[in-house]
């Protein structure tokens, strides 16, 4: 029996679900755009764990979700995890942020981009089929009229995520949708992060670091 814990704190919304083998047990999460995932978090697993009945010690890995995203919400997710795989001595699961917002979306055909707000035209993006096997992997794509128009030619695009929103005006093939709702969840990652704790597919504690696709850039107020 495999109890995975699992955190997603890539975007604003900060969650936290519980699955066993796969299944969800219990998950809370909150979507703010003021990014309260530092006051929160904790609480939230406490939460999830005394809704399920289950203890720390009886946890046999910790998932998180490894962006992109946010770089501060990134490093209080993933520092949360090692934290707790240290102390515990279980394993750490990385899963990919866009692929479990992906996982969100079913479509009969086409492909399903989700994308999230990278500042400016440019947002974080990849491309999945109807059975959500990856067809581009995750970049950083500057939106411009002809962005991934080689698939609305074939067929219907469903672009979803926060970055969804500023393509709504560029992108004007009738078959591109948009659906700027979709945030990503910890309730996503169960299969893909059991999946990965039967293969023995785990991170290095000590080292692992999110993907951040960018380096972060500290703004310098002006005077």
Known sequence: MA??????????NCSVSLAREGELLASKEHNSPSFSHSEQLHLFISEVLEEAGVSLQQLNAIAVSKGPGSYTGLRIGVSAAKGLCYVL???LISTAT??????????????????????????YAAVF??????VVPTKAVIIEPASFAEFAMKGKVCLVGSGAAKCMDVLTHPNFSFDDSLIPSSKTMSMEAYRKYQQGSFEDVAYFEPYYLK?????????
Do not use: C, N, W, Y
Not at 215 to 223: A, E, H, P, R, S
């Open 3 to 12: 109890l995975i814990l699992q955190l997603e704190t890539a975007s604003t």
């Open 98 to 123: 866009l692929k479990g917002m992906a996982l969100q979306k079913e479509i009969a055909s086409g492909v399903v981009i989700p994308m999230l707000d990278a500042r400016r035209m440019e947002v």
């Open 215 to 223: 380096d972060f850039i500290l703004q310098q107020k002006k005077k």
């Open 89 to 91: 001595d279980i394993p």
């Open 129 to 134: 089929d109807a059975d959500h096997a990856e």
